[in-house]
């Protein structure tokens, strides 16, 4: 018997796999297909971390099974490579990103190569290589000649010292956090997706899918779906309404103020009438330095100033009512107004009693001088003329009616998800492939035309306005009009880092297609996703965004199902050893290269899956992983009580039956911890009974070898069994011989456990008793004594009561 060298054998296994394409899809097959999907990875410099080996171990197990059941298995990997962070990294080390990007897609393969994933290389994509973002374009012009695509103006966070666009996470008290520099905002030309008009298809899709019950949950409240009423209040002495949403119109008897955000275009439509527009100016200047975050969650103490001059008229009541500013209306959520029952809301009861307005109740119960009462989902209407009386829902109702026939509001379905913002002024991203003419407006590419390719030039510094670094490339920009010939420019905003894996499991299974995102026979036997495995950090954006994508190309009649992944699952993260998340600063990140050289990479593949409930945090355990070790030692030990023998024995057929049994179930429900505790519980069972038959050594690799595949398929090999373990079959379970024939049990002697027994199953109480009674020690028990009694509970206890 040789040692188990584990950089001997893998790297043995990993070159006669790759050689032999052992993992390649197979064309025009009548096989049952199998499509296993994991969220392909950001290839950044610092290379693959532990969190990557987790996420993607869980389907590499699931795929690697389905080939031994019979299935056409594509599990594919890919590369999501444009982006802000190799920009970034780009200007910081004076390097163009294609160089950065390839690089470091370079140490990722070696890395994943190097822990022996079964993916299919040859599928292999790449989203900043022409070929592929040629469809990223050519879906982004489907969606803009459908009317999905539209530009209009916003504001955007720009830094002034990295002259760069952040996101709202990027800044913070007005400051930037990579270099401390103000943050100022800049009104521009955003690209918009009309995601919303997708919200009730998205919503309705989660029916016809299998998502973890979380995740269908973060997609809804994301989405944001609420019934209630559109409603106008006049503004006193102009032809001017404010447009509320609200989904409690029944307690319009009780609006005292209303507040529009600082960005509302009634402030500059109305900006000669308001006597105090230097404070109203000054407000809206700070809230400009503040973070979306900032502005609707972090602040407790709610600030505002009261438009002086201009007044709503409240259409229930029909008295004038103030109007506020206050930062913590957005213009993005609903109207960007809303109207104030400090009654029955904490926010706008803080706000009320600050400012001084009146507090109405409208919903009998509690006192409103203490407090908001706000368990108003029923109860009885007050001060609400014609709804006194009235419970809440009828209130809700009769009050939409009534509006309605006044024609001062309308029943609505609002969401609370706002449309994608399309657009980034970076470098590193795809051409938005449009033309401004000055003629004919926005005129897109032509699609023959595509790829429109990102010029390779020498410098993509960010510029001081907040534009695209491509807008200083005057050769690339300036072009002609694709309809009248005339002067033109091209588009200079780049595509966000999403559009790329919005659909990028359509073109796995045909990455080389010139003609066609993907072949249409393909796509009716590829789609859709079988099981997607990820992130919970994903199962909003990029999930809607990928469901929205999809969906779209469904209703034009490109892909053939509605829904792109039948199943949606997700895992926990792997903390550092000190229960914190892994971070280089605070020094407790594990790099799957020093567990590989050190243990092993079956090793690394086993204790990540072995660490805990698999949709669970769990911190990293350098004796767990050692554990893991001697596990597969003890697995490469069973060769030294191998014995012949093509049935399983009788002494462990049960044990066998009841862990194909286990292990199956628990590999399909992502309990791969239990699963793997019952293969050590078995290999327990083999070296009590000393000796484990062939049958049972081939059964057992086979379960084994998803988690395992190296260290299996060589101990396969020396085994002599027929072919390669990866091309064995899955093993099958007998149902019946999962129960066991006999059990053990303990014997009470006057309530106190004496002895232990072995009966059959089915034994009755008198056979439990012979079996008892003829045991030594039972016996020492009971002689020259009277039983009086004996209660036998079967398969749990038997006791004797002697005197």
Known sequence: MERYNHTAIEKKWQKEWEEDRVFAIEEKSDKPKFYGLVEYPYPSGVGLHVGHVRAYTSLEVISRKRRMQGYNVLFPIGWDAFGLPTENYAIKTGRHPRDVTDENIKVFTQQLKAIGYSFDWDCEIDTTDPNYYKWTQWIFLQLFKHGLAYRNRTYVNFCSGCKVVLANEDFRDGKCDRCGSEVVQLEKDVWFLKIREYAEKLLKGL????????????????????????????????????????????????????????????????????????????????????????????????????????????????????????????????????????????????????????????????????????????????????????????????????????????????????????????????????IHCPHCGMVPVPEEELPLELPMVESYEPTDTGESPLAAMTDWVNTTCPVCGGPAKRETDTMPQWAGSSWYFLRYFDNKNADALADPEKMKYWLPVDWYNGGMEHVTRHLLYSRFWH??????????????????????????????????????????????????????????????????????????????????????????????????????????????????????????????????????????????????????????????????????????????????????YDDAKTVDAVIEMAVQINGKVRGKITLPVAADAEEAKAIALANENIQNYVEGKNIVKEIYIPGKIFNIVVK
């Open 207 to 434: 029916d016809d899918v299998d998502y973890l019950p979380r995740i269908r949950l973060e997609q809804e409240n994301w989405i944001g779906k609420s019934t209630g009423a559109e409603v106008d209040f006049d503004i006193a002495g102009y032809d001017k309404k404010l447009r509320v949403f609200t989904t409690r119109p029944d307690t319009l008897f009780g609006a005292t103020f209303m507040v529009i955000a600082p960005e509302h275009p009634l402030i500059e439509e109305l900006a000669g009438d308001i006597t105090n527009m230097d404070a109203v100016t000054d407000y809206q200047e700070a809230a400009k330095r503040k973070t979306e975050f900032e502005r609707v969650q972090l602040a407790k103490d709610k600030t505002g100033v009261r438009i002086e001059g201009i007044t709503a008229i409240n259409p229930a009541t029909e008295k004038e009512i103030p109007i506020f500013i206050a930062d913590y209306v957005m213009m993005g959520y609903g109207t960007g107004a809303i109207m104030a029952v400090p009654a029955h809301d904490t926010r706008d009861w803080d706000f009320a009693k600050k400012f001084d307005l009146p507090i109405i109740e409208v919903i009998r119960g509690g006192n409103i001088e203490e407090a908001a009462y706000t368990d108003t989902s029923s109860g009885e209407m007050v001060n609400s003329g014609f709804l006194d009386g009235m419970e809440v829902k009828s209130a809700i109702t009769a009050m939409i009616s009534h509006l309605e026939k006044g024609g001062r509001g309308k029943k609505t379905i609002n969401y609370k998800m706002k449309d994608w913002a399309f657009n980034r002024q970076r470098y590193w991203g795809e051409p938005i492939p449009i």
């Open 551 to 732: 969906q779209f190309l469904y209703d034009i009649g490109v892909v053939p199902t509605k829904e792109p992944y039948k199943k949606r699952t997700a895992q926990g993260l792997i903390l550092g050893s000190d229960g914190e998340k892994m971070s280089k600063s605070k020094g407790n990140v594990v790099n799957p290269n020093d567990i590989i050289d050190e243990f092993g990479a079956d090793t690394l593949r086993t204790y990540v899956m072995f660490i805990g409930d698999y949709e669970k945090a769990a911190p990293w355990s350098e004796n767990g992983t050692k554990g893991c070790r001697r596990f597969l030692e003890r697995v490469w030990k069973l060769q030294e009580i191998l014995v012949d023998g093509e049935e399983y024995s009788p002494a462990l057929e049960t044990a066998m039956h009841k862990t194909i049994k286990k292990v199956d179930g628990d590999y399909e429900e992502m309990k791969y911890n239990t699963a793997i505790a019952a293969l050590m519980s078995l290999l327990n069972d083999f070296n009590k009974e000393g000796k484990v038959t062939k049958a049972e050594f081939r059964t057992y690799l086979q379960l084994l070898y998803p988690v395992a595949p190296h260290m299996t398929e060589e101990l396969w090999e020396m085994a002599g069994f027929e072919g390669y373990l990866h091309a064995s079959e899955w093993p099958v």
